[in-house]
Structures are given as C-alpha cells and as structure tokens.
C-alpha cells in the first residue's frame, strides 16, 4: 500500500475554500485515492474516491494531476462544523484493506 | 439504512481485567473489520472478517486479543488481560463487497484502562 503524506494541521476561516494536498509518489496502477473526514467521538466517514483528474460530489471535489502522485481535497465555504482530522488514503479497490496516516486536522475560525 | 452499531459506547477497567465490545454491521455487509484508534493518531486495522472467516488478523495481539464473528453478521472483540497501553477508541467497520467504495464505521468504543 502506497504511503501518503499530507499537513498536519491546517487552520481556516468560515466561508472560505480549503484546499488540503496529500502526496503519494508511490502510487500504484490500481490505486485509487480515497479521503475519509473524522469528527470527534466519532468514527471516519467517506467523502469522496477518484483514480485520475476531477471527481466532485456534493460535499468536495478531488483534483488528481495526470502522475497522480498527489491529489488536492478541496472544500468549497467551509463552515465551523467541517472542523475535523481528515485522512488521505491510497488503496487498490479489489483490496479490502486500508492504511490510515495521521491525517490533517482542519479548524475553521469564524 | 441503519448504521454500524456499537456497544458499549464507554469502558473503565483496571489493568488485568477482561472487556467485551459488539458490534452489528449494517445488513448485508459481508466484510467486517476492527480497528484500534489511539488518540493522535489514524485508526489502525486489527482484524478483518469476510463473512464470518478471519482474512487479516496480522496486527492482532494474539496474546491477549481475540475477536469472532460466529454467524457472518455480528462480531465482538475481547481483551484479556487489558493493559495500560490498550487505552483507545475500539472502531468497527462494514463494507459492501459489490459496492466496494467506502467502509462505513460506527461510533466507537473508548476504553480507559487504569
């Protein structure tokens, strides 16, 4: 499984896009790129999956580069209760297993 | 659609003493998995069941972990004896094999132990 690396923490102000970058160089064929968003107490949720350019739903948009070595979350006007740690995962979709990092822990300011 | 349920959703023990969790997947979730969560940090995966056979139980503590899903739909996790550095929120997932996109998880345990 191909490791991802992306900030710790990133602070931002309510009504603003938030753009939060995960690299992952070692990125495999197969892979695809996967963010999940954790608020406290409580346990990860799927935000958005993509393999390659743009993928938009209707909580973020995912911008991956043609190497698909990083991807770039983007969270238009975010508000006070999108503070949360959100994790970057690269994963091959016939493989049922994942390997969270860290992740970044967002705080938005009003 | 229900979501994963957990219970109990707080645990105080002391060090050497034994703990239980449970968990019921959302319907008709073939995979199942457990994941212990320290604070700081990412969930990390400590067993995987595809219907009610173990596929990954390669970060389990063997020693003193154990974890069973008897029927393909519930499942619990024990701990015998609990140590100190057990303290964590105890997660567990489901996922749909033809839906492969996301694994949903429930609400956590969080274990204290003293």
């Known amino acids: 499984l191909a490791k991802t690396t992306q900030p710790i923490s990133m602070d931002s102000y309510e009504g603003q896009e938030v753009n939060i970058t995960c690299s992952h160089n070692?990125?495999?064929?197969?892979?695809?790129i996967t963010w999940y968003q954790q608020f406290p107490s409580q346990g990860p949720r799927f935000i958005i999956q993509g393999y390659k350019t743009k993928v938009t739903n209707e909580v973020a948009s995912l911008f991956i580069p043609a190497d698909r070595k990083s991807s770039t979350l983007s969270l238009p006007r975010v508000s006070l209760s999108d503070t949360a740690v959100y994790y970057c995962?690269?994963?091959?979709?016939?493989?049922?297993?994942?390997?969270f990092g860290k992740g970044t822990r967002l705080h938005i300011l009003p | 659609e229900a979501g994963v349920a957990q219970s109990p959703r707080y645990k105080i023990i002391e060090k050497r003493q034994s703990v239980a969790f449970w968990c019921n997947p959302i319907?008709?979730?073939?995979?199942l998995y457990w994941y212990q969560q320290i604070l700081g940090q990412g969930p990390k995966l400590l067993i995987q069941f595809q219907n009610n056979g173990v596929v990954d139980d390669s970060q389990l503590p063997k020693d003193r972990f154990s974890a069973e899903r008897l029927k393909g739909v519930d499942s619990t996790l024990k701990i015998q004896p609990a140590k100190l550095e057990d303290s964590a929120v105890y997660l567990c997932a489901s996922k749909n094999t033809d839906s492969p996109d996301a694994q949903y998880f429930g609400p956590g345990t969080r274990l204290l132990v003293l």
């Open positions: 070692n990125i495999a064929t197969n892979d695809y």
């Open positions: 319907s008709g979730h073939a995979t």
């Open positions: 995962l690269v994963c091959d979709k016939e493989d049922d297993k994942i390997i």
